[in-house]
């Protein structure tokens, strides 16, 4: 068997997936990025300052929490990478303050976003605010709808959020609106891409401002534990950013198994899902090739998730990588499966989850654990955001 790598190929491709497909006029953009990203963010002076945020604003190390009461009942060992408690609510502001110190350094003045559930938004807003800089953000019709909350917390951090209203007015909808921006405003605007999807060098950059999840989990486990490897990381699967940081440190060690959770939406093959790896073939969208679920004339088929970030008919390259190489295992999980976690996790641990991260919640009751497990949750986020959609089920 080929070794499975994390990194890749200079041209940005893992395996066969990947790349940099975009319009000409995108050309100069996406090239200055490819050629300066990865000195700019070696560079001690980028390092330090982007240290210090993580530190101090958005609270870093995250704790390693091990979720006791889960662990009693499954007889195992469950620990939860605790992104929920970000500034913020979710890993995303980790990528979003590494990109504003990017795009501070290539000279650009506005930035544009896309987000689903709204975190992605609200960390780039976040990010704006604290350094000066205008801020659009393109979230779909549908998403505004179902993420109040987060949309009020973007306009009270000075973005303006435009909605996106074609196709399911969704993710997707969102992020071809915000390329279409890119397009019209090259020249002064830079757009931070919220996942570890688009064109390369963006798969990569995102891991990287990402990975931090994955180095802290081995520090703190071998702080907590005395070994540093656990035996299987978990992360929910939407674009892939929370599962490549997670994941990133431990996909050349072949002992620890990473299991990837899909959006099953109302089941795989219900016509409303969003479980890309098992409904999608190789195309490209947004920039790069990948797994995306599409007609076979290569129109994009609408997905359907409860969670608003798992929305999205892509995913990561590097992820259709892990799964084609299956050096990661995918699993989906239903709408009802999240709901009932998110439900579960919040009565037995006391901490609500992200619709998002109750997806990688559920496949714990699903899959069996020996006794000296050692599984490692990324919390990707906190539930504040969804509890309009978890009322209706308060029994
Ligand atoms: C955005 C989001 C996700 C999904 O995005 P990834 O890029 O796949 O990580 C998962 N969890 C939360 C809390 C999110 O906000």
């Not at 041209?11 to 997936?17: A, P």
């Not at 987000?115 to 604290?130: D, E, I, R, S």
């Not at 008919?313 to 259709?320: C, S």
């Not at 799964?323 to 641990?349: G, H, L, Q």
Request: glycine share 10%; proline share 5%; charged share 15%.
């Amino acid at each position: 068997m080929s070794v499975v790598k994390s990194k890749p190929s200079l041209d940005g491709f893992y395996g066969e997936f990947g790349g940099a497909f975009v319009p000409e006029m995108l050309y100069a953009n996406v090239t200055q990025l490819q050629q300066q990203y990865v000195e700019i963010i070696a560079e001690p002076s980028f390092q330090k300052e982007l240290n210090d945020l993580l530190r101090h604003f958005v609270g870093r190390p995250t704790p390693l929490y091990f979720a006791s009461n889960t662990s009693r009942l499954l007889n195992t060992n469950i620990y939860f990478k605790r992104e929920d408690l970000c500034h913020t609510g979710a890993h995303k502001i980790n990528n979003a303050l590494g990109q504003i110190l990017l795009a501070e350094r290539l000279g650009k003045t506005r930035i544009i976003a896309e987000t689903g559930a709204g975190q992605h938004g609200v960390a780039t807003a976040t990010a704006c605010a604290l350094r000066g800089l205008e801020c659009i953000v393109y979230m779909g019709e549908k998403d505004i709808q179902r993420q109040a909350p987060n949309v009020a917390r973007m306009r009270m951090l000075g973005a303006t959020v435009v909605p996106a209203t074609s196709g399911s007015k969704t993710l997707k909808d969102a992020t071809n609106e915000a390329i279409r921006d890119w397009i019209t405003n090259a020249e002064n605007t830079h757009y931070i891409i919220g996942s570890v999807v688009g064109p390369h060098p963006y798969p990569d950059l995102v891991t990287k401002f990402q990975k931090i999840i994955g180095e802290e989990i081995e520090q703190q486990l071998l702080t907590q534990t005395g070994t540093a490897l656990p035996t299987h990381v978990i992360a929910c699967v939407g674009g892939g950013s929370n599962a490549a940081g997670a994941f990133y440190n431990f996909i050349e060690q072949p002992s620890v198994q990473l299991i990837s959770v899909e959006a099953g939406g109302e089941g795989v093959h219900s016509g409303k899902s969003a479980a890309t790896t098992q409904l999608g073939t190789v195309g490209v969208l947004h920039g790069s090739k990948s797994l995306v679920m599409q007609t076979a004339d290569g129109q994009v088929i609408e997905p359907h998730s409860i969670s608003a970030g798992l929305d999205y008919p892509g995913i990561g390259p590097l992820h259709a990588y892990l799964y084609k190489t299956e050096r990661a295992s995918f699993y989906n999980v239903t709408d009802v499966e999240a709901i009932e976690a998110a439900f579960a996790t919040t009565k037995t641990e006391g901490i609500i989850p992200a619709l998002e991260t109750a997806h990688a919640l559920a496949i714990l009751s699903k899959l069996t654990w020996k006794p000296s497990d050692v599984v490692v949750v990324c919390f990707s986020g906190r539930g504040d955001k969804d509890l309009a959609t978890y009322m209706p089920f308060l029994k």
